[in-house]
C-alpha cells in the first residue's frame, strides 16, 4: 500500500484492558463494518506469540457489537487452537477443498464470544485456499448475517495479496522493524485500518526489572565457596519410664476398643419389622432404538421485524395460510437491538430451501425468488422431548405466550414410536443465539445449543 495512505503504527498493550482506537473503530464494530477483516502479521510478531494473543484480543473486542467468527489462515503452522484449547482435526481444507459450510466446522471456544475455524489437516499447496474465489461467497454470507470474520493471516502466506485484493480491509501486526515491509505487501484496494505493534514501555520495564532481580544472583559457575551446612543437633535419649507409661495406656487403649466393638456386638439387637405396601405396576415405557432423524440445516429466511407481536402475528398468519410447512422465529440481536427473524422449514440442505422457497413464492406467501434467502441454519436451542405432538404443541402455545417462540419437529427411531423435539431459534453462529438465550434464561428453561436434526412435521 502506498506511504500517503498508511496509518501509523500504534502499540498494543495486551494487559491494559484497553483496544487501540484501530480496533475500536466505528468502521470494524458497527453495520457498515466488513465482513471478512484481514490481520496479517509479521514473521516477528509470530515469533513471539504476540501476533496470536493480540488476533484473539481483537476478535474478543469485535464480538461486543457482532457476530464474530475468527479463521486460522497460519497453516504452515497452526497456533490458535492450541492458544484457544480446543481441537484442529476440522478446519479450513473442510471448507474449501471437501465443500462444509463455515457454521458447520466453527467450533464453540470456552469462555469466549466469538467461535474459531481452526486451520485443520495439512494440505500441501495453501494457496488454493488463501487465493480461494469462494473468499467472496463467504463475505457475501457474512454480510448479510450482520456477521464478521476475523482471519489470522501470515503476511508471507501464498496468495494472501490475492485475498487481500478480494476483501478489502486489514489490520497489520507487526514489530516496529517489520511494520513497513508488511504493510508494503497488502495492495493498494485494501484499506489498512491500523498498524499495531507490541507495547514496548510495558515489556522493556519488565525486562528491566527481571534483570535487575537476576543481576543479585550469584553467578551460577562461581563454585569456590561450598555451602555451609549446619551440623545436626544432638540427639535426646528416650526416658525408660516414658517408655512404660507409654505401652500402659496402648494396653488400655486396646481393651477398650475390644470391648466397644467386639463385645457389645455379639448379641445385636433385632431388627424391627418394616411394613411394606403393594404398589400397582407401572406401564412400561416403550422401549426406541437410537434416534433416526437426519440433519436439519437449513432454512428460508423470510421476514425481520423487530417487534415480536407483530412478527408472531405473521407467524401466525403463515401457519394457517400453509399448515404443512413449518414457521418459526429466531431472536437475533443487531447494534444491541433485538429483532426477530421469521423462518421457513426446516430443510435438510440447500435443494430442500430453495424448493420450499419456491413453494412459498408459488403460494403468494413471498415476494421474491432470491437465492440468499436459503441459510444454512444448523444451530438450535434443544429446549425438551416429548412423547406425543400434542404435548409438544401444548408446550409450544405456553412458552410462545411468555415472548419465548419455539417449534416442533418429530424424531423418529430406529426402532419404536417417534417422539417430538421442541427448538428454539435457528441459527447460523453460535454466537447469534445469544438473544434466545437470554429469552430463555428470563423464563427459567435450561436449554442446550445442538445441531439441529430430526425430520419436518408435514
Known amino acids: ?253 486396646g481393651w477398650y476398643f475390644y470391648a466397644e466393638y467386639f463385645a457389645g456386638s455379639a448379641e445385636p439387637a433385632p431388627p424391627e419389622p418394616v411394613t411394606t405396601e403393594t404398589a400397582a405396576p407401572a406401564e412400561p415405557a416403550p422401549t426406541r432404538g437410537e434416534p433416526a432423524g437426519a440433519e436439519l440445516g437449513v432454512s428460508v429466511n423470510v421476514a425481520i421485524y423487530q417487534s415480536y407481536e407483530m412478527a408472531r402475528d405473521r407467524l401466525d398468519e403463515l401457519r394457517r395460510g400453509e399448515p404443512s410447512v413449518g414457521f418459526y422465529l429466531s431472536p437475533f440481536e443487531q447494534d444491541g437491538v433485538r429483532y426477530y427473524r421469521l423462518q421457513a422449514g426446516p430443510a435438510a440442505d440447500p435443494a430442500g430451501g430453495r424448493a420450499l422457497l419456491r413453494r412459498l413464492y408459488d403460494a403468494g406467501q413471498i415476494t421474491a425468488m432470491e437465492d440468499y434467502a436459503v441459510r444454512p441454519t444448523i444451530w438450535a436451542f434443544r429446549i425438551g422431548d416429548y412423547d406425543t405432538l400434542d404435548v409438544g404443541r401444548a408446550r409450544q402455545r405456553t412458552l410462545a405466550e411468555q415472548g419465548v417462540p419455539c417449534y416442533v419437529v418429530e424424531i423418529p427411531y430406529t426402532s419404536g414410536p417417534s417422539r417430538y423435539r421442541l427448538y428454539g431459534g435457528a441459527y447460523e453462529y453460535r454466537a447469534e443465539a445469544q438473544a434466545m438465550a437470554s429469552l430463555l434464561e428470563a423464563s427459567g428453561i435450561e436449554a442446550e445449543l445442538v445441531e439441529r436434526t430430526g425430520r419436518p412435521i408435514v
Not at 91 to 109: C, E, K, W
Open 1 to 253: 500500500m502506498s506511504l500517503d495512505a498508511r496509518p501509523a503504527p500504534t502499540p498494543f498493550d495486551l494487559e491494559g484492558g484497553e483496544a487501540p482506537p484501530a480496533v475500536d473503530d466505528e468502521r470494524l464494530l458497527g453495520s457498515g463494518a466488513p465482513p471478512v477483516l484481514l490481520v496479517v502479521f509479521g514473521r516477528g510478531a509470530r515469533s513471539t506469540g504476540w501476533a496470536a494473543r493480540a488476533t484473539v484480543a481483537i476478535a474478543r473486542h469485535l464480538a461486543g457489537g457482532r457476530s464474530v467468527v475468527l479463521a486460522d489462515l497460519s497453516m504452515d503452522r497452526p497456533e490458535l487452537h492450541d492458544l484457544l484449547g480446543v481441537s484442529n482435526l476440522e478446519g479450513l481444507p473442510d471448507i474449501f477443498l471437501f465443500g462444509a459450510s463455515v457454521a458447520r466446522v466453527a467450533q464453540a471456544v470456552p469462555g469466549e464470544p466469538f467461535e474459531l475455524v481452526a486451520a485443520g489437516s495439512y494440505v500441501p499447496d495453501a494457496r488454493e485456499i488463501v487465493s480461494s474465489p469462494r473468499w467472496e461467497r463467504i463475505a457475501e454470507e457474512y454480510r448479510l448475517g450482520g456477521a464478521t470474520l476475523v482471519a489470522f493471516v501470515p503476511a508471507d502466506a501464498p496468495g494472501m495479496e490475492e485475498l487481500a485484493e478480494r476483501m478489502g480491509a486489514a489490520l497489520v501486526l507487526a514489530e516496529p522493524e517489520e511494520a513497513d515491509a508488511v504493510a508494503d505487501r497488502l495492495p493498494e484496494s485494501c484499506t489498512v485500518h491500523g498498524i499495531l505493534t507490541p507495547a514496548r514501555d510495558v515489556e522493556g520495564a519488565a525486562d528491566r526489572e527481571t534483570g535487575a532481580e537476576l543481576e543479585a544472583l550469584p553467578p551460577l559457575d562461581d563454585l569456590s565457596t561450598p555451602p555451609v551446612l549446619r551440623p545436626p543437633g544432638r540427639r535426646r535419649r528416650t526416658s525408660p519410664l516414658l517408655l512404660v507409661l507409654f505401652l500402659v495406656l496402648l494396653a488400655v487403649a
